[in-house]
């Protein structure tokens, strides 16, 4: 592989957000020196449907030079490359890829696909940074940039506006530092323009490779998915095939044969979404029997057979205590409750 190289040097930073993140990232890069020949790559979840104006505001408090990021753009130094809407961000060699491979814990840009690729690609050069965010993407990613000899990051869950992510990070990742903004910037300060020997990087794990080619290719089945783990108990939410448990260290995730990944957390959020939009497929369908008997009821007392009407209005008493049960389980906040 095409690792760019710049010496003894932790020169590629990789972000990571969510929930409360443009307000992190905007005092992350008001105070960060523009001269650290560091390169930055942001990930923060975004509407699919819209443009994004993230670039335009990361500009607006740092002299370095942002952009959104394009395929096969050329790394930089000094610059801040910011993901596209609906497009996965990844280092390939010394260029980017901007690519619309599946989705990983139920979104595209994932924080995952650049962290993942980022380690696979320049290794101990890596520093990978979570910031505020829901759920736990990004998790998995800074896994892979510490497994291979990267630096990893979080900020300090008690100053994150949402603090799931980093606390997620924090349980299931051996981080290097945790603080608050001022005292991220400072040390990515440090890390950045420190010249110094950097660990012995050992080959990538098959696993690391073929989930990289899943994000950039978009094939998972040809990419051999299946030979990644097991086969869990649980199919994929958005197009049903069968999952494969993935297991990196204490971290165990989900992927299918087309690609789809999951977090347990993200697999909970969506396996609820499935479960809500079911029960009201239900409500609504009993609810419309209800009328029907009740209009059919109306008719048969009109023509004189009262007998029939009274049968009619009893079967409709009875859909309405069954659908009774079934609204309050779908307004249920516990029930649907994600953590």
Same mark, same amino acid.
């Given at each position: ?82 993901? $596209?809407?609906?497009?996965?961000? =990844? ?7 901007? $690519? ?31 910031? %505020? ?34 606390? %997620? ?56 998915? =299946?030979?990644?783990?097991?086969? %869990? ?107």
């Amino acid at each position: 592989m095409n690792v760019p190289q710049c010496g003894n040097r932790r020169n590629i930073v990789v972000l990571g957000a969510s929930a409360g993140g443009v307000e992190a990232l905007q005092t992350m890069f008001a105070s960060l020196p523009s001269d650290t020949a560091a390169s930055f790559f942001v990930v923060l979840h975004i509407s699919p449907h819209s443009p994004s104006q993230l670039a335009r505001i990361l500009q607006r408090v740092t002299s370095m030079h942002v952009t959104s990021a394009e395929d096969h753009q050329a790394i930089m130094p000094n610059t801040v490359y910011v993901a $596209t809407p609906d497009r996965h961000l =990844m280092i390939e060699g010394d260029r980017l890829r901007v $690519t619309r491979g599946p989705k990983e814990c139920r979104v595209r840009p994932a924080i995952d696909v650049l962290f993942r690729s980022a380690a696979l690609t320049c290794g101990p050069r890596v520093i990978g940074v979570i910031l %505020s965010g829901a759920l736990d993407d990004g998790t998995a990613g800074l896994w892979q940039i510490k497994d291979r000899k990267g630096l990893a990051f979080v900020q300090a869950p008690e100053e994150a506006q949402y603090r799931s992510m980093p606390d %997620s990070a924090i349980e299931h990742v051996d981080v290097d530092f945790v603080g608050t903004i001022e005292q991220l910037s400072a040390a990515l300060t440090r890390e950045t323009i420190c010249h110094a020997s950097l660990p012995i990087l050992h080959a990538p794990r098959i696993s690391q490779e073929v989930e990289n080619e899943v994000a950039l290719e978009g094939n998972g089945m040809y990419a051999d998915v =299946m030979k990644l783990g097991k086969v %869990s108990n649980y199919t994929c939410p958005e197009c049903h095939g069968v999952l494969v448990q993935i297991e990196d260290g204490m971290l165990v995730r989900f992927r299918c044969h087309t690609g789809h990944a999951y977090s347990f957390k993200s697999l909970l959020v969506e396996v609820n979404e499935a479960v809500d939009a079911s029960l009201w497929s239900t409500v609504r369908a009993i609810e419309e029997r209800i009328l029907i008997l009740k209009q059919f009821a109306d008719l048969a007392e009109a023509a004189g057979k009262v007998a029939e009407a009274l049968s009619l209005r009893q079967k409709a008493n009875v859909a309405e205590e069954k659908c009774a049960s079934l609204r309050a389980l779908v307004l249920d906040t516990e029930f649907f409750a994600n953590d």
